[in-house]
């Protein structure tokens, strides 16, 4: 086999193989729902219950990089805490080595009539949810028909003698093939191809289980790159996570290197006894690790939360998503009280609102991305609250109220809505300016000046009809009419005076579709604000 055909095998075997890994990821991902999320959100209590979360949602996307990342990604919204990201963080770890025992049980042979199957699932019937069990059926079988590519790429290397060297100086080393292991797992963004490799290279006898593994050890340390990556930019608390990912995975190297001949003798022991095959082997070592792992550190995960607040200095600034004061228990015994309760949340989503506009009105003036991601954290929040807020008045509508609480079941739900939709425009804005941004779209200084005067004229309404709101006062609500006839006239003048500046050359037509379209999300919020003034008028009375 010449060397053309020997890379041409390995690359199209480790593509094949890790397009199999993402597709069938997908695949169950689509089969199993959006919950994903909600099942890190929900069962996430304590880190016990977050390192169960943390392999169920790593056995089904097939990747303990995707369940890190999408932990980050809830740590940074403000979902979850640092302690419950660490628990579902370890169990990633664990549930990221079923691949490794998928590719343990020896089936290549039947990879292509599992494509075949796949593939008359996805296209010759038209129901979705079977379409998704294709999809699966399809990345399994082109998972191992990749590992099978890359094997057969991979039998020539037994007789290269410089990788015969380096295999030695591996077992003599164990720190090289720590270093090896890491390097290979950066570079292809993924631990199961990596240990899928070695699992191969174990198998073809290019390498001894002694040289082994260390590699996976180093494979391990290799796959918390990308949640360092997903970390760039994210809160303080998302960046405490994603170290948290890298300290798990050193201290776990680190311990298994001090007693590695132990180690070593008892994987050898085991694949002995129950009569493992080589890939088998490294499955089991993989698991043994990552659960031994979890099981010795778990117990300390209060202690590893201090250390990466330690290394990692900075105010943790997160909103709390969760409805803090529907209490399901008033819905029955006092409607009345409930009403007040989601009066007490409807304020709270309120509050979000002004804070997320005053945040996208500083990303429109100064450009920087945490004004962005505060204010879709914030819009984000909103959202949440919504749907907490709605189901929370629809159960309370179904109880005997009076007139006056009829009234202000009512004006809660309206304004629910309208604090809903200034949460869209102002995601629309943040749109807008990343546009304008990443297209390096320029407004003049004039044009910026005007927004910066409009913002602050609807940041100052909004606030005012929250204000109305909670102390369900007439005058500061009439006073939010008064404002937003203001940012009407604003918004007609700002147009006519953008469209001159485009005529006169000073801004391009690009720069003049954003400039109008920002102003309009803001008068659009001004509108939601003078409805939210009007129910209070009309409550008032």
Do not use: W
């Not at 292809?188 to 006898?205: F, K, R, T």
């Not at 298994?256 to 080589?278: C, D, H, K, W």
């Not at 792992?293 to 990692?312: C, D, E, G, R, S």
């Not at 369900?472 to 006519?496: F, H, N, P, Q, T």
């Amino acid at each position: 086999m010449d060397l053309q055909t020997i890379l041409f095998m390995f690359f199209g075997g480790l593509g094949i193989f890790l397009f199999g890994i993402k597709y069938m990821g997908d695949g169950l991902q689509k089969v199993a729902g959006e919950g994903l999320r909600d099942v890190l959100d929900k069962f996430t209590t304590n880190p016990v219950m977050g390192v169960f979360a943390g392999l169920f949602v790593t056995v089904l996307l097939q990747t303990s990089t995707g369940t890190t990342v999408l932990t980050i990604g809830l740590v940074n919204a403000g979902f979850m805490t640092l302690k419950q990201a660490i628990g579902v963080i370890m169990g990633a770890n664990i549930g990221t080595t079923v691949t490794a025992f998928i590719i343990g049980i020896k089936i290549s042979a039947y990879a292509l009539p599992i494509i075949a199957v796949g593939a008359a699932l996805i296209f010759f019937i038209k129901a979705k949810k079977v379409n998704n069990y294709g999809q699966v059926v399809f990345g399994f079988g082109a998972l191992f028909y990749g590992l099978e590519l890359m094997g057969n790429g991979l039998k020539p290397l037994r007789e290269l003698e410089a990788f015969a060297e380096l295999t030695v100086s591996m077992s003599e080393n164990p720190l090289l093939g720590v270093l090896i292991g890491t390097i290979f797992t950066v570079a292809v963004q993924s631990s199961s191809a990596s240990i899928g490799l070695l699992q191969q290279l174990y198998e073809q006898g290019a390498m001894g289980l002694d040289a082994a593994l260390p590699v996976l050890f180093g494979d391990n340390i290799g796959t918390t790159i990308t949640a360092i990556l997903a970390a760039i930019g994210a809160s303080v608390a998302a960046k405490r996570a994603a170290l948290t990912h890298v300290i798990f995975n050193l201290i776990g190297t680190i311990i298994v290197l001090i007693i590695y001949p132990f180690f070593f003798q008892f994987i050898s022991f085991l694949a002995v006894e129950l009569g493992l095959n080589r890939p088998m082997t490294i499955a089991f070592a993989h698991g043994i690790f990552n659960v031994s792992n979890t099981m010795i550190q778990l117990p300390f995960v209060a202690i590893l939360a201090i250390i990466v607040t330690k290394l990692v200095p900075g105010e943790e600034y997160s909103i709390e998503y969760k409805a803090k004061h529907l209490d399901p228990r008033f819905i029955g015994s006092s409607p009345a009280i409930a009403l007040g309760q989601a009066k007490q949340e409807v304020l709270r989503m309120a509050e979000f609102s002004e804070r997320g506009l005053y945040e996208v009105s500083q990303y429109l003036e100064n450009g920087q991305k945490r004004h962005a991601e505060m204010s879709i954290q914030f819009e984000e929040a909103i959202n949440n609250l919504d749907r907490k807020i709605t189901d929370y008045l629809i159960q309370i509508s179904s109880r005997s109220l009076s007139a006056h609480d009829s009234k202000l079941h009512s004006m809660l739900m309206d304004t629910v809505r309208d604090i809903e939709r200034i949460g869209d425009h102002i995601e629309n804005i943040v749109e807008l300016k990343d546009y304008q941004k990443v297209n390096k779209v320029h407004i003049s200084d004039k044009a910026l000046e005007d927004l910066r005067e409009m913002s602050e004229l609807t940041l100052e309404t909004l606030r005012e009809a929250i204000q109305s709101l909670e102390l369900i006062d007439g005058d500061l609500a009439r006073s939010v009419l008064e404002k937003e006839e203001k940012i009407d006239k604003m918004e007609r003048k700002l147009r006519k005076q953008h469209i001159q500046r485009v005529n006169d050359g000073k801004c391009s037509g690009a720069a003049g579709i954003v400039f109008v379209d920002i102003v309009s999300n803001l008068e659009r919020i001004g509108d939601h604000s003078v409805n939210i003034a009007e129910a209070v008028i009309g409550e008032e009375h």
